[in-house]
T-cell receptor, first 114, second 115 residues
Framework: DTAVSQTPKYLVTQMGNDKSIKCEQN?????MYWYKQDSKKFLKIMFS???????INETVPNRFSPKSPDKAHLNLHINSLELGDSAVYFC?????????????FGSGTQLSVL | AQSVTQLDSHVSVSEGTPVLLRCNYS??????LFWYVQHPNKGLQLLLK??????LVKGINGFEAEFKKSETSFHLTKPSAHMSDAAEYFC?????????????FGSGTRLQVQP
């Protein structure tokens, strides 16, 4: 019944590894997002997809590659993980693309890079 | 450019007393403003949003916020705090006129509720 679900909830890995975080929404929404929350709780958008099309890419290193196989899924793949990638990553969705839309968030993936 | 400043990183209140979480924004025109709440180990949940209708906005769980253009503020209030209100609160601004298609989040205010 979870509206926006992301896995895994926790991810601990070594520097240099490649990892993926998966996100799925069952709300029928057209737009999905990835946000990064740093250790000071500051949230910043990374990517936005509308109906599988990339809309926003906020100067994120190209080690981060989002993939949207269909509009219900937006996965995040990270290559060559660095210490600074440690953060909580939130997937979100909204019915439409506009900035006034209510966002529905997943419960987050806490990534720790050692 | 749009920005949002949450004036307090931590607020502590006693159960049953009023809550005030302060937020000031900077925007080129008339923005849309939101408050989101994040409970521990959970995703964010929308409390309320202002989109140029009534300046006093009522949200869920008894929260409300007032848009004051002259003060560029959008403070969040609740008459009586409940233990379950303990969480992190984020003030958020969007400003389509700047051409940005994303929301800008404040740095958050942690609300503690003492018994």
């Amino acid at each position: 019944d979870t509206a926006v679900s992301q896995t895994p909830k926790y991810l601990v890995t070594q520097m240099g590894n490649d990892k993926s975080i998966k996100c799925e929404q069952n709300l029928g929404h057209d737009t999905m997002y990835w946000y990064k929350q740093d250790s000071k709780k500051f949230l910043k958008i990374m990517f936005s997809y509308n109906n599988k099309e990339l809309i926003i890419n906020e100067t994120v290193p190209n080690r981060f590659s989002p993939k949207s196989p269909d509009k219900a899924h937006l996965n995040l793949h990270i290559n060559s993980l660095e210490l600074g990638d440690s953060a909580v990553y939130f997937c979100a969705s909204s019915p439409l693309q506009g900035v006034n839309e209510k966002l529905f968030f997943g419960s987050g993936t806490q990534l720790s890079v050692l | 450019a749009q920005s949002v400043t949450q004036l307090d990183s931590h607020v502590s209140v006693s159960e049953g007393t009023p809550v005030l979480l302060r937020c000031n924004y900077s925007s080129s025109y008339s923005p849309s403003l939101f408050w989101y709440v994040q409970h521990p180990n959970k995703g964010l949940q929308l409390l309320l949003k202002y989109t140029s209708a009534a300046t006093l906005v009522k949200g869920i769980n008894g929260f409300e916020a007032e848009f004051k253009k002259s003060e560029t503020s959008f403070h969040l209030t609740k008459p009586s705090a409940h233990m379950s209100d303990a969480a992190e609160y984020f003030c958020v601004v969007s400003d389509p006129l700047t051409g940005r298609r994303a929301l800008t989040f404040g740095s958050g205010t942690r609300l503690q509720v003492q018994p």
